[in-house]
């Protein structure tokens, strides 16, 4: 099936371990991102990538890095795990809207990640 | 002040039942609006969009904007139980790469 394949769905990290969350779509989207969901704080952007060959900061960057390694491909990297980086890390794609408006996200299935 | 505000519920509704969700946004160049159903450890799945103010319907669900009140709410008739979900608002602004903005959800119970 199309969509969005996040790998892998769960972790379990000691705090200063790295790790990679990878992320592909199969849809031909432009845009694809990185958000975090935690309880009570809703789903926030780390970081985005309009195009291939371009990232972004988003609300919440400090501890990570991204990789859009083609159209299809866009890794999120941490570097010296945190137990504050505890969460559910969710990848979308889209296309970017057309004046103005934008197109809905297609979500992968989410990675659980849990810092002891 | 947040981007995105949703009361955080639960509400609960009989099966059968008009269920009404409403999501508030601070920013007026907000340009598009979203209403997606996350059920619990499951991932975001869009069931809704609009841009222009008025009422979208589409099966079951209609969304609602109006831009002056800077207002999007979402209005689910003949609930099912399998409407028991967290639904999340969102919003984008122009030209920020189609960035979303999302509230932190509303969970809905539907009671047979």
């Known amino acids: 099936n199309a969509g969005v394949t996040q790998t892998p769905k769960f972790q379990v990290l000691k705090t200063g371990q790295s790790m990679t969350l990878q992320c592909a779509q199969d849809m031909n989207h432009n845009s694809m991102y990185w958000y975090r969901q935690d309880p009570g704080m809703g789903l926030r952007l780390i970081y985005y990538s309009a195009s291939e060959g371009t990232t972004d900061k988003g609300e919440v960057p400090n501890g990570y890095n991204v990789s859009r390694l083609n159209k299809r491909e866009f890794s999120l990297r941490l570097e010296s795990a945190a137990p504050s980086q505890t969460s559910v890390y969710f990848c979308?794609?889209?296309?970017?809207?057309?004046?103005?408006?934008?197109?809905?996200?297609?979500f992968g299935s989410g990675t659980r990640l849990t810092v002891v | 002040q947040k981007e995105v505000e949703q009361n955080s519920g639960p509400l609960s509704v009989p099966e059968g039942a008009i269920a009404s969700l409403n999501c508030t946004y601070s920013?007026?160049?907000?340009?598009?609006f979203f209403w997606y159903r996350q059920y619990s450890g499951k991932s975001p799945e869009l069931i809704m969009s609009?841009?222009?103010?008025g009422d979208k319907e589409d099966g079951r669900f209609t969304a609602q904007l109006n831009k002056a009140s800077q207002y999007v709410s979402l209005l689910i008739r003949d609930s099912q139980p399998s409407d028991s979900a967290t639904y999340l608002c969102a919003v984008n602004k122009m030209n920020t790469g189609n960035q979303f903005y999302f509230g932190t959800g509303t969970s809905l119970t539907v009671i047979p």
């Open positions: 979308a794609s889209s296309e970017p809207g057309q004046g103005g408006d934008g197109y809905g996200y297609t």
């Open positions: 920013d007026r160049v907000s340009q598009s």
């Open positions: 609009i841009y222009s103010n």
